[in-house]
T-cell receptor
C-alpha cells in the first residue's frame, strides 16, 4: 500500500501524559500536513512541512504541540501534558506541490482520547 | 464568519433518488475547491479538484461542478454504499496550500 500511513490508529491516555503520533506520507510527496478533526466538524489545519522545513503553524496550536519531519520523510506530532480538550482525530495528509494538481491525500488518522 | 458552508447538514435518500449537495465559499482568490468522502472513523478520501468556474468532474455516480461562489456535488441514482460524510474544502491565495474545510454533509442512502 503506497498511501499515507498513520500510527497508532487509536490512543487512550490519561490527562497530563505526553503522546506522540507518527505519519508516513506518500513517498514522493514533498508536503506534509497535520489536521485535527472533532466530531461533526471538518478537519482543521494545525501545521505543515515542505520537505524537512516546518513552514507554518496554526495560531490555534498550543505550545504543548510540536511537530517534526526529520530528513523530509516521516513526521511526528507530539502533544505534551494532554488535556481533555485534545481528544480528537489527528489526520496527516501529503501532497506533491510541484504539479498543477495540489490534491492532499489523507491517512486513516489517529483517534486520541484523553481521560 | 464561516469561509466554507455546506448544506444540507444531513440528507437521507432512497436508493436511486438523485440529489445534490452544496458547498458555498466566501473567500476571494480561490485556488482550488476539493471534494472528499469520509467514512466513519476513517480519514477523508479524495474525490475531485475543481479550479475554475464552469469546470465539471465526474466519477461513477458523482459529478462535481463549480461556479464563482459555490460548488455542487450531484449524486445520480445513489446506492447504499454511497452513504458517507462528504466534505468540501478550498485553498485560496491568502491562505497558501492549506485546506479550509466545511463541516460536511452526512449522506444516508437507504435501500
Amino acid at each position: 500500500d503506497t498511501g499515507v500511513s498513520q500510527d497508532p490508529r487509536h490512543k487512550i491516555t490519561k490527562r497530563g501524559q505526553n503522546v506522540t503520533f507518527r505519519c508516513d506520507p506518500i513517498s514522493e510527496h514533498n508536503r506534509l500536513y497535520w489536521y485535527r478533526q472533532t466530531l461533526g466538524q471538518g478537519p482543521e489545519f494545525l501545521t505543515y512541512f515542505q520537505n524537512e522545513a516546518q513552514l507554518e503553524k496554526s495560531r490555534l496550536l498550543s505550545d504543548r504541540f510540536s511537530a517534526e519531519r526529520p530528513k523530509g520523510s516521516f513526521s511526528t506530532l507530539e502533544i505534551q501534558r494532554t488535556e481533555q480538550g485534545d481528544s480528537a482525530m489527528y489526520l496527516c495528509a501529503s501532497s506533491l506541490v510541484q504539479t498543477m494538481n495540489t490534491e492532499a491525500f489523507f491517512g486513516q488518522g489517529t483517534r486520541l482520547t484523553v481521560v | 464568519e464561516d469561509q466554507v458552508t455546506q448544506s444540507p447538514e444531513a440528507l437521507r435518500l432512497q436508493e436511486g433518488e438523485s440529489s445534490s449537495l452544496n458547498c458555498s465559499y466566501t473567500v476571494s482568490g480561490l485556488r482550488g475547491l476539493f471534494w472528499y468522502r469520509q467514512d466513519p472513523g476513517k480519514g477523508p478520501e479524495f474525490l475531485f479538484t475543481l479550479y475554475s468556474a464552469g469546470e465539471e468532474k465526474e466519477k461513477e455516480r458523482l459529478k462535481a461542478t463549480l461556479t464563482k461562489k459555490e460548488s455542487f456535488l450531484h449524486i445520480t441514482a445513489p446506492k447504499p454504499e454511497d452513504s458517507a460524510t462528504y466534505l468540501c474544502a478550498v485553498t485560496f491565495m491568502e491562505y497558501g496550500n492549506k485546506l479550509v474545510f466545511g463541516a460536511g454533509t452526512i449522506l444516508r442512502v437507504k435501500s
